[in-house]
């Protein structure tokens, strides 16, 4: 059986950041890549896609249609909410979930995301793989990927591409040690 990981796939400014100030990711609009950028390959790996509050908020107000229904969903929060037909609202530990959800799947979990989420799940070293796609725009300020605090940890280069000017790179955790 394959071992089931938790994937942060995620697009970032070539600043480093994941959306504007306000949330808005407009900056990706307009930027040459090729078909879905591999998108579909990715998701269809997914079986299980994690997020926090805001990031899911966001999501919301991207599209009419929920984007990740049929997929179990967990967003993160500690403001307690009624869970619906497409997410279950959660505030359990994420060493608690991230467990459970390995032991009863065989398919990739997918860390969508933001910026303090990604930094709570490196501090608890429960990412094991990295998939960054570059867009090439200098948006100056917003939210960063690798928020002030983020824990120091070694990843290894497993893969690079190019998808028309988006650069994609996918790295693995390194299990001896970090910083």
């Known amino acids: 059986m394959k ?7 995620i697009a970032m400014s070539l600043d480093g950041f994941i959306a504007r100030p306000d949330g808005a990711v407009d900056w990706l609009d307009g930027v040459e890549g090729e078909g879905d950028n591999g998108y579909g390959e990715f998701y269809s790996q ?8 805001k990031t899911y908020e966001e999501v919301l ?16 929060s500690r403001q307690t909410q009624k869970s619906n037909s497409h997410v279950t609202f959660t505030d359990e530990e994420l060493e608690t ?5 390995k032991k009863d799947s065989d398919v990739s979990i997918w860390l969508v995301g933001g910026g303090q989420l990604v930094k709570q799940f490196l501090e608890k070293r429960l ?4 998939e960054l796609y570059i867009i090439p725009k200098l948006i100056g300020e917003g939210i960063p990927l690798f928020p002030e605090g983020t824990p120091p940890a070694d990843f290894e280069l497993t893969e690079t591409g190019q998808l028309g000017q988006i650069a994609k790179l996918k790295y693995n955790l390194k ?5």
């Open 97 to 101: 979930l991230v467990s459970r959800l």
């Open 175 to 179: 299990t001896n040690g970090a910083g």
């Open 61 to 76: 107000k991207l599209t009419d249609e929920f984007p990740y229904a049929g997929k179990t969903c967990y967003v993160l």
């Open 127 to 130: 990412i094991d793989e990295l």
């Open 46 to 53: 997914v079986g299980t896609v994690i997020m926090g509050r």
């Open 3 to 9: 071992k089931s990981n938790v994937i942060l796939y």
